[in-house]
Structures are given as C-alpha cells and as structure tokens.
T-cell receptor, first 113, second 111 residues
C-alpha cells in the first residue's frame, strides 16, 4: 500500500516551459486535491476533485490545469511556467466520508528560473 | 472564506514541558479538523482528526480539542521530547472536505 505518490520530487523549469506533476493514490479515495506551499503563506488549495471526471478550482487556480480520468490519478499541469509558480506542491487524497482525514504525498519541489 | 490563525507562530521549550498550541477559524460550518506535523523539507503527517460532533481526540501524548461554535481547536502535547520538534498545522475541512490551513506553529524542543 503505497499511499499517495508524487513524481518528480524535484524539478527545475525555464520560464514558459510546460510540465505535468503526477499524483497517484492506491487507496480508492474519491477526493483528491493539489496544494502549494510558499514561505509565509501556508498551504493553499489549487484544484480539487470529488471523483473521476469531476474537478473544481480552489483558491489559487490560475496557471494550472487538472483532469481526473481515473480514480487513482490526478495530474497537475503547468501550462506556461512562471517564476511565481516556484513552490512546493502537495497532492492529497481522502474518502468522501466526513469521518476520514486526508493523506498527503511527499511533495514536489519546483523551481522556475 | 475560511481563515485559520495559529498561535503562537513559534515556540521554544526545554524537554519535558507540556505544551498548548492554539488554532482558531472563522467559519464554524466544518466537517472535521485535522492536525498535521511537518518536518523540515518533508510532507505532512496526520496526527489527529476530530469530527465536528466530537469534543476531543487523543493519540498517545497528543490530545486535540474542538469547540466548533467558538471556532477554536487546541493541540496539547504532554511531556515534550526533542523528536517533537516540527511545524504543527491545523486544517479545518469545509465544502467537499477541502482543507484550509493555518501558517503553523514551529516548535523546537531542546534537550
């Protein structure tokens, strides 16, 4: 049981490049979310999904796209990377039941130069 | 919009002390509240989950309480140890169980 797996762990991009951050969970969780963590800002919600085929925007969605074609995977796409997207990105998943908490991945540290 | 405040922002104590970390939130319409621990450069580890209908939850030396009506939660750490040094994050869950995070309390326990 691997939990929530994020790849890559580290990435350096040039401004304007695109890339996809991968997130996979093997717990059959309905809910999945992406957060970014910046110094002094705490963790902020980018996008979330309540099930396959259903996604919605969080607090800071601009510059990011998501899709959820399977229950297991929830990739985050950066369309045209900007230095302001330098951050640590965390993926999390949970069952839809209210008495269940979230499990987080180990994060992807992204630097845009 | 939910806003979460954690006090104190940083705390430094000698080993063995009992600690209280505070969390307040503005919207009491929550499903549950999670406390997490984050070590430097690492991911988040869930410590405790309190349902909105519960008053407290315990795990080992950790005890978390929830007063939903007043928008407050407290994490109590008994007999602190150097291994407890980390940042502690409070996160109430709202619509579709999405989490809103405070900025955390950075704890340093010295031997």
């Amino acid at each position: 049981n691997a939990g929530v797996t994020q790849t890559p762990k580290f990435q350096v991009l040039k401004t304007g490049q695109s890339m996809t951050l991968q997130c996979a969970q093997d717990m059959n969780h309905e809910y999945m979310s992406w957060y970014r963590q910046d110094p002094g800002m705490g963790l902020r919600l980018i996008h979330y999904s309540v099930g396959a085929g259903i996604t919605d925007q969080g607090e800071v969605p601009n510059g990011y796209n998501v899709s959820r074609s399977t229950t297991e995977d929830f990739p985050l796409r950066l369309l045209s990377a900007a230095p302001s997207q330098t951050s640590v990105y965390f993926c999390a998943s949970s069952y839809s039941r209210a008495n269940y908490g979230y499990t987080f991945g180990s994060g992807t540290r992204l630097t845009v130069v | 919009k939910q806003e979460v405040t954690q006090i104190p922002a940083a705390l430094s104590v000698p080993e063995g002390e009992n600690l209280v970390l505070n969390c307040s939130f503005t919207d009491s319409a929550i499903y549950n509240l999670q406390w997490f621990r984050q070590d430097p450069g690492k991911g988040l580890t869930s410590l405790l989950l309190i349902q909105s209908s519960q008053r407290e939850q315990t795990s080992g030396r950790l005890n978390a309480s929830l007063d939903k009506s007043s928008g407050r939660s407290t994490l109590y750490i008994a007999a602190s140890q150097p291994g407890d040094s980390a940042t502690y994050l409070c996160a109430p869950s709202g619509g579709y169980s999405t989490l809103t995070f405070g900025k955390g309390t950075m704890l340093l326990v010295s031997p």
